[in-house]
């Protein structure tokens, strides 16, 4: 059985920023195309962020975080990270991982980011 967990969040001020891992357990990492989505607080609904193929040679973002996000992996650590520079508030929510490319598929707990000066 897959197993995600993410990590790293935390209350940040607005311009910093934060690394968010996800480690995968129960299978192997370079087997999955994998994705980043967050769900904003009052919103049901999944942001999706971007993805990585599985090789960690392509990755995709959304226009919405583009340039401020960067998804990388680290396939013989089974991780997957998200960097995430220039903090605004507006990025507070919770972030999971997904084991597809389009944000479906097994996800972890999520962490939590909640930015406020």
């Known amino acids: 059985e897959v197993r995600l967990v993410e990590s790293g969040g935390g209350l940040v001020q607005p311009g910093g920023s934060l690394r968010l891992s996800c480690t995968l357990s129960g299978d192997t990492l370079s087997n999955y195309d994998m994705s980043w989505v967050r769900q904003a607080p009052g919103k049901g609904l999944d942001e999706w962020l971007g993805a990585s193929q599985r090789a960690g040679i392509r990755f995709d973002y959304a226009d919405s975080v583009k340039g401020r996000f960067t998804i990388s992996r680290d396939n013989a650590k089974n991780t997957l990270y998200l960097q995430i520079n220039s903090l605004k508030t507006e990025d507070t929510a919770v972030y999971y991982c997904?084991?597809?490319?389009?944000?479906?598929?097994?996800r972890g707990q999520g962490t939590q980011v909640t930015v406020s000066s």
């Open positions: 997904t084991t597809d490319p389009n944000g479906l598929g097994t």
